[in-house]
T-cell receptor, first 115, second 110 residues
Framework: GAGVSQSPSNKVTEKGKDVELRCDPI?????LYWYRQSLGQGLEFLIY????????KSGLPSDRFSAERTGGSVSTLTIQRTQQEDSAVYLC?????????????FGPGTRLTVL | KNQVEQSPQSLIILEGKNCTLQ??????????LRWYKQDTGRGPVSLTI?????NTKSNGRYTATLDADTKQSSLHITASQLSDSASYIC?????????FGPGTRLSVLP
């Protein structure tokens, strides 16, 4: 079946603009995760959803970042008033459940460039 | 502070050779440790997931070990192939948070 898909694959925006990144998880996966990978740096965990609920939003870098998930499927990560330091690859992953040993399947990522 | 360190930062080996990558962590409380393979420009792919009670887990030519007492893990790759060229990332899960290591960049040469 289809894997995790993300759109757009690349996004170039101007500083101060808002952007919306989309993630389509594997069908039937109740858990969804967002990560960020900045150039030359490791991956950083941002937020996870169990169903439509995000129990802990403390991993989001600032209040300019928000995420939502509707219908237990598609999720969007929104960055308001983008800054140059927001430039990174944003990765989404999904798993069957939120479990300590559940395999996460990653999408290809969205490369965000803020000019 | 919760941290994950990996060594070496990069490694070059010849095709067919074995290699071992290291991961040390200070994350607490510990839920599980994961190894991922990430090809350039792609999302990470899960190799192994180990809980506190597991010492060894294999996935084909990949074998991960975990010593929860010393908070160390290793990933051993046997009979390397050109397609093994990638970044290998160690991740420690605590609760519903994840701490990622910086990765080891492996290059396998013919």
């Amino acid at each position: 079946g289809a894997g995790v898909s993300q759109s757009p694959s690349n996004k170039v925006t101007e500083k101060g603009k808002d952007v919306e990144l989309r993630c389509d998880p594997i069908s039937g996966h109740t858990a969804l995760y967002w990560y960020r990978q900045s150039l030359g740096q490791g991956l950083e965990f941002l937020i996870y959803f169990q169903g439509n609920s995000a129990p802990d939003k403390s991993g989001l870098p600032s209040d300019r970042f928000s995420a939502e998930r509707t219908g237990g499927s598609v999720s969007t990560l929104t960055i308001q008033r983008t800054q140059q330091e927001d430039s990174a690859v944003y990765l989404c992953a999904s798993s069957l459940i939120v479990g300590s040993t559940d395999t996460q399947y990653f999408g290809p990522g969205t490369r965000l460039t803020v000019l | 502070k919760n941290q994950v360190e990996q060594s070496p930062q990069s490694l070059i080996i010849l095709e067919g050779k074995n290699c071992t990558l290291q991961c040390n962590y200070t994350v607490s409380p510990f839920s599980n440790l994961r190894w991922y393979k990430q090809d350039t420009g792609r999302g990470p792919v899960s190799l192994t997931i180990m809980t506190f009670s597991e010492n060894t887990k294999s996935n084909g030519r990949y074998t991960a070990t975990l010593d929860a007492d010393t908070k160390q893990s290793s990933l051993h790759i046997t009979a390397s192939q050109l397609s093994d060229s990638a970044s290998y990332i160690c991740v420690v899960n605590y609760g519903q948070n994840f701490v990622f290591g910086p990765g080891t960049r492996l290059s396998v040469l013919p």
